[in-house]
């Protein structure tokens, strides 16, 4: 039977409302992303998941209180699925970011994170992405799904590192919704994942 990863997008804050650059700094969820943790949460819990991972940063922390109290699990807390460390930039709003440096924020706002001074290289976000993704996968038996709360752009590069794309092929998925998921999924006859949904959302 085939093991499943949910990869889930923590809820809406109010940095995400104004577009402000959020990277590392803890931003607690609005009144929406209450509202989209407790919808996602009710869905999640049909899948019966039998783990349940989380960023340590606030905003994945209560999305994932949220599923666990409708799943029945308590989440194991892990900083390896954090967003990006976006350096100086974290903070400012898109349109600051914009006036500031308009070049720097094109790459920025194409996915190159890293093209913020002082942000963590994509190549490290993947790599730990990756690794912690893979221990959740191995500690699930037969048929069963777990269940990792992260961030958007960490979700984004770990999605390609998981179905062993190169290395900037991220690039052709769009940016996730707040509380939107990826669903990975085990091929039966070999050992590797399929995509099996992205963006899904309630």
């Not at 996730?176 to 039966?188: I, R, S």
Request: hydrophobic share 40%; proline share 4%.
């Amino acid at each position: 039977m085939s093991r499943r990863l949910v990869l889930l997008r923590h809820g809406r804050t109010a940095w995400n409302h104004a577009r402000r650059v959020q990277g590392q700094l803890d931003a607690e969820l609005d009144d929406s992303g209450r509202a989209q943790a407790d919808a996602v949460a009710t869905v999640l819990a049909t899948l019966e998941p039998t783990l349940l991972w989380s960023s340590d940063l606030v905003r994945a922390r209560d999305t994932a209180l949220t599923v666990g109290k409708a799943a029945g699990l308590d989440p194991t807390y892990d900083e390896r699925l954090r967003e990006f460390s976006l350096g100086e930039r974290e903070g400012i709003t898109h349109d600051e970011y914009a006036a500031l440096a308009p070049e720097e924020f094109e790459r920025f706002r194409r996915g190159h994170y890293d093209a913020a001074p002082g942000a963590e290289p994509t190549s490290e976000v993947r790599i730990r992405m990756h690794a912690v993704l893979t221990e959740l996968l191995a500690a699930l038996g037969p048929g069963e799904t777990g269940v990792a709360v992260s961030h958007g752009a960490a979700i984004r590069v770990a999605t390609g590192a998981m179905l062993d794309w190169p290395d900037d092929q991220f690039h052709s998925l769009r940016g996730l919704d707040n509380c939107a998921w990826v669903l990975l999924e085990e091929h039966p006859e070999v050992s590797a994942l399929r995509l099996g949904a992205y963006n899904r959302t309630v």
